[in-house]
Each structure stands twice: as structure tokens, then as C-alpha cells.
């Protein structure tokens, strides 16, 4: 009996074995019978490198590069196999075909410093950490009952930023829209997330953070030798981590702070102020107090570097495309004074019934996406891709620029129309994929309730109080619309304008 059932063990093994070979044998031939994306062929060591020159603006080369190759095609840069999709037909098959396989995160070598990517929601791969952070992010600070909770704290740091710019009103000096965009973002925040203020308009600490948060995101969107040529990454041969090491000090020092004096206060029997550090510090990350804290120091860091630089910048590319077209400013004007009226400020309650300032707020995402490429995916297993062959390990670039600028997708793409999301019912919330600006699927941006909000509020509120009028210069010659390039897409000069309260509203 004994030598029966190991005798059916052996079998069994074998004939497990057998599948297992035969399955393997198969996938071999199946990916045999497909290539990578169409592209530049590659030189031995450095593939496309010197075929590509000095990229400054990777987005605008990338979609160059895809007129010429297709939606989808495919770069050796160094050791790194880059896929480049850049239409709305293979962003759609991305998100719902193979979203799982192709979920992986491909984070730059910036992001490693002080093992920061070991414990953020935007760079962690799919796992059981991962998952937990994440749930966390879902269920517990951005719902819209968590969310409604605060709706007082946004308001009176709307408050804020109006008095700020009446005040500069009446000085006669320029407002820089997005400084002042930053701050009050920066503030919702830490209002949000700690209830106190960060910043304010008239201090350095504002900047300081502002500084921090620009850097990482322009070192982390820029070139880095370290990621072309993964094996060089101990050398950190263009110093990028050693440039970052200050910053992330600077960011784990305040929310140590916060958490040390929150710690404090609970063991005296303060009252609980029921804020998203609390909800935080009652959850369980990790397997001991040290990971716990490492876990919410994480995820405080893609809260502000994620949700400030995002919104501010897209309330300033608004306001700037507004300035540029008069028409679609008189529009949005009319609508806020004809739904809010002179009498009061506007609140979040009343974006549903602005279908207009939401339709400028989408033609804005879609020519100025926040992250032009949305954070680079890694293939966590080999994939056939329509007629392609997407390996193993390769990072995958989603260029939202470029989906957002298809002429087949939008008639005149490069023209700021909102009225065109008045002729058709498209969101950003990852459904429609010719707009994605926050991404789609399992790995889209979690933060995006909290974005709405903010950005909507910012805007409505900004238009609602002042008029806006470009300095003589600038009115005369144009309006600076260059971009500067990192993980993030910002305004090269800040927007500087100036403020006129309009009659009949008063500043508190």
C-alpha cells in the first residue's frame, strides 16, 4: 500500500511537471510568434540614447516619436526596455485587459531615498502592503463623508487666500497665482491631515516647502543615469539622492513633529481631534511600532508631494489659458455670477451646478495634464499586447500629454474650448481614456476626491471674487506658456496678474 501511494506521488509529480514544461514551452512559442513595439532600432549598450539627443521635454519627443511609430512603441534606453503608449485605444486596453500583469511600479532611483518607495502608495508594487495602505487611503481619508467632515476647514482657507490677494489688491502689487495657489493647498492639508496651518502668505515657509516639493518632483521626472543603467545605481553618479537627502529630512522633521505632539498630547488626555493623523495613527501598518510610523511618515509624504504641486499647477495653467481667451472667462464669469450670485462666497456644494467651471477645469487637465506620463508602470509578468510582445521587467510610460492632444480624439487639440466637454459626457475619474489625467484602474490616484474639490473651489472662487487682467507687457506680447518638465508638468515663469475685487462683495 506504502509503495502504491508513492508510486502515485511520482506519477502525479511527473505528470505536474510535464504540464508545467509543456505550458512553459507554449507561452516560449506564443511569445515567439510576437515582437516588441515598432521603434528606433537600438545601439549595443546605450539602445536609443544618442538617436534621441538631450531630452528636455520628454512628453513633446515621445509623441514626436509616436506619429512616426505608431500608439504604441517601444525605446531601449540603456538596460531599460521602455514601452510608450499614447492613444486612447491602447490606454484602454492597458486599464482593462491587462491592468493586473501590468501594474508593477517602475520607481526612479530619487525615489529610493531613505527607502521611501519601501512604504508609498505610488510606489510600492500590488501586494499585501500595498493593498493595506491603499484601503486605508479608500475607506478611511478620502470617502466623501470623511471628506464632508472638513468642508468648514477648505472654506475658511479659501478665507484666507481671498484676503490674501485683496490685500494685494489694494497695494497694487502682483499676485503670483501659483505661490498663492500652493500655499492655500499646502494649508488644506495640513488642515486636513494635522489641523494646523503650514504656511502662510506672508513668510518663507511656504517657499521652503514649495522648494522641497518642486525639486523632488523635477528630480524624479529628469534623467537619471541611475535608471537608464540600473547598475550603476550605487554610485549615484549624478547625485541625485545626495541632492534629495536634505529634503526628505525636511519633510520626515515636520511630520515627526506632528506625530511626537500628537503622541503627547493623547497620553495627557487631550481631546481627540479626529483629523486624518489620528485616523492614521489608530490604524495598524507593519509588524512593529518603527514600520507603523515609517508606513504614515509614507504616506504623509504622497499626500503633500502628490496634492500640492498638482493642484496649484493646475489652477494656474487655468487661469492662465482664461487670460488668453477672453470669451471663455466672460462665459465662466456670467454662469458663477448667475448660479452664486454677489451676495455670498462660492462653496463646494455649488460645483454640481456648475457644469461650465467644470468644463474648464477638464480642458485644462486635458491640455496640461499634472503628470504627463502618470508614474511609470513595470510589467510584473511577460504580456501579449494586441500584436506586440510586452516583457517582463519593462517600464511602461502612459503619455496623457499625448492622448489629450490626438486630433483623431479632439477636433482642434490645440485649442482651449471647454464647450466641447458641454457636447459630451467625459470624465477624468477612469472611465473614459481619452481623459486621464489621474490615471485609471487598480493604481489610479486616490487622492483625486480631495483634487476635485480643491481645484474647483480655488478656481470658482478666485473668478467669483476678482476680475483678472494680464500686467501691460504680457498683454501686449503674450502670455509665457513654456513648460518646465518633471514628474510633475509646471508653468517655466509663474503666472503673475493682477487682481480687481469685483463691487458689491465683501471681504470678511
Known amino acids: 500500500m506504502e509503495v502504491d501511494t508513492l508510486s502515485l506521488l511520482f506519477l502525479l509529480s511527473v505528470s505536474l511537471l510535464s504540464v508545467l514544461l509543456l505550458s512553459q514551452k507554449r507561452k516560449t512559442k506564443q511569445a515567439d510568434l510576437y515582437k516588441l513595439p515598432p521603434g528606433p532600432k537600438p545601439f549595443p549598450i546605450v539602445g536609443n540614447l544618442l538617436q534621441l539627443g538631450p531630452i528636455s521635454h520628454p512628453h513633446i519627443t515621445f509623441t514626436s516619436l509616436s506619429k512616426k511609430y505608431g500608439p504604441i512603441f ?88 481671498l484676503n490674501f490677494i485683496s490685500k494685494s489688491a489694494k497695494e497694487g502689487s502682483l499676485v503670483e497665482i501659483g505661490p498663492a495657489a500652493f500655499t492655500t493647498t499646502l494649508n488644506l ?46 554610485l549615484d553618479l549624478q547625485g541625485v539622492r545626495r541632492k534629495l537627502q536634505p529634503h526628505n529630512k525636511f519633510l520626515r522633521r515636520v511630520f515627526n513633529e506632528q506625530i511626537d505632539c500628537r503622541i503627547k498630547n ?120 494586441g500584436d506586440y510582445l510586452i516583457p517582463e521587467g519593462a517600464k511602461l510610460l502612459v503619455n496623457v500629454w499625448a492622448i489629450g492632444r490626438d486630433e483623431t480624439t479632439w477636433p482642434d487639440p490645440l485649442k482651449f474650448r471647454p464647450e466641447r466637454f458641454l457636447e459630451r459626457d467625459i470624465d477624468f475619474k477612469g472611465r473614459d481614456f481619452e481623459l486621464i489625467p489621474f490615471g485609471a484602474g487598480r493604481r489610479i490616484c486616490p487622492g483625486m476626491p480631495l483634487a476635485y474639490r480643491m481645484v474647483h473651489l480655488m478656481l470658482g472662487s478666485l473668478l467669483h471674487r476678482f476680475e483678472w487682467k494680464l500686467p501691460e507687457e504680457e498683454a501686449k506680447n503674450g502670455l509665457d506658456m513654456s513648460e518646465k518638465f518633471g514628474v510633475t508638468l509646471a508653468m517655466a515663469r509663474h503666472l503673475k496678474v493682477i487682481a480687481i475685487p469685483i463691487p458689491g462683495l465683501h471681504f470678511k
Open 266 to 385: 493623547r497620553k495627557e488626555g487631550s481631546i481627540a481631534c479626529n483629523d486624518l493623523l489620528d485616523v492614521l495613527l489608530d490604524s495598524q501598518f507593519g509588524a512593529n511600532e518603527q514600520e507603523h510610523r515609517q508606513a504614515v511618515i509614507s504616506v504623509f509624504g504622497d499626500l503633500f508631494l502628490a496634492g500640492t504641486d498638482t493642484s496649484s499647477n493646475t489652477v494656474e495653467w487655468a487661469m492662465a489659458e482664461l487670460l488668453q481667451n477672453p470669451v471663455t472667462m466672460a462665459a465662466l464669469n456670467y454662469e458663477l455670477a448667475s448660479i452664486i450670485g454677489p451676495e455670498r462666497d462660492m462653496e463646494e456644494s455649488d460645483i454640481g451646478r456648475l457644469p461650465y467651471l467644470q468644463a474648464v477645469v477638464k480642458e485644462t487637465l486635458r491640455m496640461h495634464p499634472p503628470v504627463p506620463f502618470l508614474l511609470p508602470r513595470r510589467a510584473q509578468e511577460t504580456v501579449i499586447f
Open 74 to 161: 517601444s525605446l531601449q534606453l540603456g538596460q531599460v526596455t521602455t514601452i510608450i503608449i499614447s492613444s486612447r485605444e491602447c490606454a484602454k486596453q492597458l486599464f482593462q485587459n491587462h491592468d493586473l500583469a501590468l501594474a508593477g511600479r517602475h520607481e526612479p532611483d530619487a525615489a529610493r531615498v531613505q527607502a521611501y518607495h519601501e512604504w508609498s502608495i505610488a510606489w510600492l508594487p500590488p501586494g499585501p502592503r500595498w493593498r493595506s495602505l491603499r484601503r486605508i487611503c479608500t475607506t478611511e481619508l478620502f470617502t466623501a463623508q470623511r471628506l464632508d467632515s472638513y468642508v468648514s476647514v477648505r472654506k475658511q482657507k479659501m478665507q484666507d487666500l
Open 189 to 234: 492639508l495640513s488642515c486636513t491631515i494635522f489641523s494646523t496651518d503650514f504656511a502662510s502668505f506672508d513668510s518663507d515657509s511656504s517657499h521652503d516647502f514649495k522648494k522641497v516639493v518642486e525639486e523632488t518632483m523635477v528630480a524624479g521626472g529628469s534623467p537619471n543615469v541611475s535608471d537608464i543603467f540600473p547598475v550603476l545605481t550605487s
